[in-house]
């Protein structure tokens, strides 16, 4: 995709008035515009704005009616904001693609790091799968995925690395390969509870009637410390360096690693 409006003329330029409205500007680029309005923001996507917005935490007084009624997810309130006022707002995460995506009365289950944004109208849940979250309602949201999205009709069984997530279909169920399972992977997984890290041998399975969200590749988006500010030279507020000049210097209590994500942060510890 060119960033060039015309061959040779140079890159193109935006301002207020030339920015889309609630679309693309490029692939990995969208624009949400408030004309006094809300939407909920994960924390970290957004990269510039035009206008008078101001953030505000899913904890903040004002918004307890808003957040009773759209939000619904204790586990992941600290990742979040509620961005409201009027202006346009660039919304984008580490250079994957990022669209829009509208639900008509839907029930949308979509991984908690590729959901970028939602308008109110929609509820957002804790879903039962560990690290999914659950769209219910009428209205717009903004995800990124690892490559182009695609999009199946159940029955199929897909790659947990590529689902991005299912549309008003039931949850999916494990699937193991016959061979996997009577194999010596498979012995050990059955003691230890770990294995099946390869699509062939391990899938989500998907049946009954809905739409099944896949990303173009195996490969996960990595997940990153939602705000964080890199320590990097020029970069204000980017940490402080140790004694010697040999990287950033560590404070606080170590951080938990853990397959659900980092539950420290979640909770704002």
Known sequence: MSTYATPGAGPAVYDPLTLPADDNVNRYTFCVELKGGQWFLQKGKMIAYYG??????????????LVRTSFHSPLHASDWVVAQGSGKMLLADRAFDVNSYDLDDGNLTIRAGNLLAFQPSLALKQSIVPGFLTLIGTGKFVAASNGPVVFMEPPIRVDPQALVGWADCPSPCHHYDHSYMAGVLGG??????????????????????????????????????????????????????????????????????????????????
Do not use: C
């Not at 008078?52 to 009616?65: K, M, Q, V, W």
């Not at 209590?253 to 704002?268: C, E, M, S, T, V």
């Open 188 to 269: 050990l997984r059955a003691v230890t509870g770990f294995g099946g890290v390869s699509g062939e041998e391990h899938q989500f399975e998907f049946v009954g009637a809905g739409t099944v969200l896949l990303q173009s590749t195996e490969t996960l988006m990595a997940e990153a410390a939602t705000g964080a500010v890199p320590s990097e030279p020029g970069v204000p507020g980017g940490g402080s360096t140790a004694p010697g000049g040999h990287g950033p210097q560590s404070s606080g209590a170590p951080r938990l690693p853990g397959q659900l994500g980092d539950l420290q942060r979640r909770f704002g510890l």
């Open 52 to 65: 008078a917005i101001e953030f505000n935490g899913i904890g903040h007084g004002r918004l307890d009616r």
